[in-house]
């Protein structure tokens, strides 16, 4: 499985955000300033929805998730006091809200015909298709704690601290977590290797 989405520069930064300006930004949206929490919106809503998606699985769920926790977070950014970087309460407040959506819908729905990733190649299309609907099955399949950390860790690219941070458990907590994940998706997925 490879890791998808944007990843950490050789600096180590977010690709482009700045915490100095979200610190800004965020001075300002408390104070009022919707058009600066807009510009925040604008600046983390890409990963926001990248995880609702990962973690739900179906575009209008997550971008309904999304949205959500977007309004959450405006309602609630009086009480971040920024112990931690605002992507991570934010991604926080995205993971609990897709969490609370699983635990409410307790099913699964396939993904649609055109949400596949294409394959080059005619005589591969059938084969890639299975193996993509069998991952997404064995991905579903994980309990929502380690669905949760592999999508912040392996998708998004985050630090083992930044998903700790996140789910608000330990980062051995996290390495367990992928671990049983990685353990779980390598048995289901081992006809396909």
Known sequence: MSAGGNRRR???SDGGWDPAADAWLIDKARGGDVDAFEV???RHRGRVYRIALRILGNP???EDVAQDALVQAWAALSSFVGSSAFSTWLYRIVVNRCLLHVR?????????EDQHPSV????????????????LAAMRSLPSEQLS??????FEGLSH???????????????N????????????MRGWT
Not at 104 to 112: D, G
Not at 161 to 175: F, M, P, Q, Y
């Open 10 to 12: 050789p600096d180590g």
């Open 40 to 42: 925040l919106v604008q």
């Open 60 to 62: 209008e769920d997550a």
């Open 104 to 112: 409410r819908r307790r099913r699964t729905e396939p993904l649609r």
């Open 120 to 135: 080059p190649g005619p005589e591969n299309t059938v084969v890639a298709r299975q193996r993509a609907d069998a991952t």
């Open 149 to 154: 950390a592999l999508v912040l860790h392996q």
């Open 161 to 175: 601290r930044e998903c700790g941070e996140i789910l608000n458990v330990s980062e051995g907590a996290v390495r």
């Open 177 to 188: 977590r992928l671990a049983r994940a990685r353990r779980t998706l390598s048995h289901q």
